[in-house]
């Protein structure tokens, strides 16, 4: 499964998310709202979510194994480096996979 496409929309530096993220693989499949957080270690991603009943968060969409999860963090922080420079917060740009 290649990523072919991902769109980065950076948000206002008000706590510590960065940016909202959606990915599209094989241009046939899109996971809309991966979070790039800042953390302690520096920028990492946080897959869709949601609140469960008992009001733990679960994921809706993640890789099922951690060679995915690297590719997909490596290429999702690459993108929002490369739209750091380009774009002003607030708007989205897309960046070819």
């Known amino acids: 499964m290649k990523i072919t496409d991902i769109r980065v929309r950076k948000v206002t530096k008000q706590g ?3 940016a909202v993220v959606s990915v599209t693989f094989d241009n046939e499949f899109v996971v809309h709202d991966i979070k790039v957080i800042e953390g302690e270690r520096g ?11 008992d009001g733990e968060y679960r994921d809706i969409a993640h890789p099922i194994n951690s060679d995915m999860r690297g590719v997909l963090q490596t290429q999702i922080l690459e993108a929002y480096d ?3 420079l380009e774009e002003p917060e607030g708007e989205e740009a897309p960046v070819e996979g």
């Not at 920028?43 to 009943?53: D, G, R, T, V, Y």
Request: positive net charge.
């Open 16 to 18: 510590k998310m960065r």
């Open 43 to 53: 920028l990492f991603i946080a897959m869709p979510s949601k609140k469960s009943a």
């Open 82 to 84: 490369k739209a750091s």
